[in-house]
Nanobody, 117 residues
Framework: QVQLVESGGGLVQAGGSLRLSCAAS????MGWFRQAPGKEREFVAA????????YYADSVKGRFTISRDSAKNTVTMEMNSLKPEDTAVYYC??????????????WGQGTQVTVSS
């Protein structure tokens, strides 16, 4: 059973920064998605198991950075210049085969990010 443990998130003012982390129980392609109230879940960023490839939604390019600590099987997403529209529940996802804006087999429980204006 794949386990994904998310940490980080919280409340921040617009223009501020937050860091999300996701610890996995193995080596997988990893991604972050988010879901705002009343909206569908959307892709945010992803990184391949080797860290060679990274992927970003247009809405976060230049503001968010995804990275991996292979020794700890942990993926971190640094979120800068946060906007109120970034407010959502953020979910970590993992998959042994697929990466990017695609379907993932395993999901974390989600962590709330709230950006106040």
């Amino acid at each position: 059973q794949v386990q994904l443990v998310e940490s980080g998130g919280g409340l921040v003012q617009a223009g501020g920064s937050l860091r999300l982390s996701c610890a996995a129980s193995g080596v997988y392609h990893m991604g972050w998605f988010r879901q705002a109230p009343g909206k569908e879940r959307e892709f945010v960023a992803a990184i391949s198991w080797s860290s060679k490839d990274t992927y970003y939604a247009d809405s976060v390019k230049g503001r968010f950075t995804i990275s991996r600590d292979s020794a700890k099987n942990t993926v971190t997403m640094e979120m800068n210049s946060l906007k109120p529209e970034d407010t959502a529940v953020y979910y970590c996802a993992a998959d042994p085969r697929r990466v990017g804006d695609t379907i993932y087999d395993y999901w974390g429980q989600g962590t709330q990010v709230t950006v106040s204006s």
